[in-house]
């Protein structure tokens, strides 16, 4: 019961299934919103019931997709629902449900491409190594025969170019730049989503980033980076906490730097999210720590106060840049070859 299954598994239950609860992880990103808006949309087109839930509330930056949409916090739903789809979510902690998912649905479907996903569901469509979860819904609307409407272009889209950052990232593959041709070919309007991801930040989250490139440390030979949010910045800022996003990929695009950490109070312990450029593994690095991701952008919470864990984690990462520094740095993307 707790193995992948084939696309047809999926594609059975959403035949046989009337009521579809769909729901994205904690710190809800581009990846799980889009693909909570696609699926609600190929849903709809097939005359289903769709009900949007999220562990807290919906990120201005992406409310553009969900528009006049109702998304529920789990304390809202009424009822139990014959379907969960879990939509990039590596593990059922990451819902962050106040009481047990078997109240929320009788059948739980998981989709997503994280390598650590704990295979929760009772159908499990996990593909590790995509870009993102987006290109499985992608899949799953050309096996239900669904032609992409502007709705489910955009949501796809979105997905894509946020867990790619706009195909920057290492982790991009062929087939994300394939469906967004193809997206593209159907009449997306690439510029309009992306204006609208791009151009969304609010006062705060600009006050909130201020402050937190204030913090900005880097060690002896400048391959690492960390800043740091504490509690009263937010408070002062009057931000919320998902508004961090994209900071630490502005620390990481310091020229010199190979590894990005931030570190963020939470209550008593601490957020910590760790990207990097070429060659430090950072996903393993954070599985230690409970957390998880991609090699090149994972996450993890401790529950321990800031300055503990910062000394902890700069540590531990300091120890993995020269246990996997490769000795010839070519090898990391740098200069390009002599022709």
């Not at 999926?10 to 693909?35: W, Y």
């Not at 949309?41 to 005359?47: A, D, F, P, Q, T």
């Not at 590790?128 to 096996?143: C, E, F, K």
């Not at 600009?206 to 060690?219: E, Y």
Request: negative net charge; aromatic residues 6%; glycine residues 8%.
């Amino acid at each position: 019961m707790r193995i992948d299954m084939p696309i047809s598994q999926v594609l059975e239950a959403i035949k046989e299934n009337s009521d579809f609860l769909l729901a994205g992880h904690v710190r809800p990103d581009g990846d799980t919103l889009g693909c909570m808006k696609a699926l609600g949309c190929i849903l709809k087109s097939l005359g289903k019931e769709v009900t949007y839930v999220l562990p807290q509330e919906l990120p201005f930056k992406y409310a553009f997709l969900f528009r006049n949409e109702e998304v529920l916090r789990w304390e809202d739903l009424k009822r139990c629902h014959q379907v969960l789809f879990a939509l990039d979510v590596a593990d059922e902690a990451r819902l962050e449900a106040p009481f047990p998912i078997s109240r929320a649905a009788n059948l739980w479907v998981n989709i997503d491409h994280h390598e650590e996903n704990t295979r929760f569901g009772h159908i499990n469509l996990v593909v590790p190594g995509l870009s993102a979860t987006g290109l499985i819904l992608n899949d799953l609307a050309i096996q239900l025969g669904i032609k992409p409407t502007d709705a489910i272009a955009e949501a796809i889209f979105t997905a894509i170019v946020t867990d790619t950052g706009n195909y920057k990232w290492s982790s991009t593959d062929p087939q994300a730049h394939r469906v967004t041709a193809d997206l593209m070919e159907a009449g997306l309007n690439t510029y309009t989503v992306v204006d609208r991801l791009e151009n969304s930040r609010t006062i705060s989250s600009v006050k909130l980033l201020g402050h937190a490139l204030a913090t900005l440390q880097v060690n002896e030979t400048e391959e690492m980076a960390w800043i740091h949010i504490t509690s009263e910045v937010i408070a002062r800022t009057g931000a919320q906490s998902q508004e961090i996003e994209g900071i630490t990929e502005i620390v990481r695009s310091i020229a010199p730097v190979e590894v990005a950490l931030l570190f963020l109070q939470k209550g008593s312990g601490t957020k910590v999210s760790l990207r990097s450029k070429n060659f430090l593994d950072v996903n393993l690095i954070a599985r230690e720590m409970g957390g998880g991701g991609h090699n090149r952008a994972a996450g993890c919470f401790v529950d321990r106060p800031i300055e503990e864990v910062m000394a902890s984690v700069i540590a531990r990462v300091s120890q993995a840049l020269d246990q996997q520094r490769p000795n010839d740095h070519s090898e990391t993307g740098g200069a390009a070859g002599i022709c």
